[in-house]
Each structure stands twice: as structure tokens, then as C-alpha cells.
């Protein structure tokens, strides 16, 4: 997964108004007491963050 899906992703979830905001302030078990931005900004694969964040949202399966 690319750094445009995972985004893209988060958008659709989220909507667009939001998900960067959400990225930013919400701090997730899954990655190590990280947000999305900084587990992005500290090299961790777009793929391995979305997981986390498909579990914290609790998003269906379709959308893994």
C-alpha cells in the first residue's frame, strides 16, 4: 500500500475534513502509543498503519 491509499483510505473512513486531524491527535495501542502521523513519519509501512487503524475504527472487513 502507498502513502496516497492509505490517505485515500482514511478519507473515505473519515471523510476528508477530518481523517488529517485524526491522524494527527489520536494516539493508537497498535502502534507503539502513536498517532497515524507519526508511525507514518517514523517509516512504519502505510500497510501495517491502516491495519491499526481499520482495528481502532472498527471499520468492516470490506474495507481492509
Given amino acids: 500500500m502507498r502513502h496516497t491509499e492509505f490517505w485515500a ?3 473515505d ?3 476528508p475534513a477530518y481523517s488529517r ?4 491527535l489520536t494516539v ?7 498517532t ?9 509501512p ?3 498503519v491502516w491495519a491499526a487503524v ?3 475504527l472498527e ?6
Avoid: F, I, N, Y
Fill in 9 to 11: 483510505r482514511l478519507d
Fill in 46 to 48: 502505510p500497510k501495517q
Fill in 21 to 24: 486531524t485524526w491522524a494527527e
Fill in 54 to 56: 481499520h482495528r481502532q
Fill in 36 to 44: 497515524t502521523q507519526e508511525a507514518l513519519d517514523a517509516g512504519v
Fill in 28 to 34: 493508537l495501542r497498535d502502534l507503539d502509543g502513536r
Fill in 13 to 15: 473512513a473519515l471523510g
Fill in 59 to 64: 471499520l468492516p472487513d470490506s474495507e481492509r
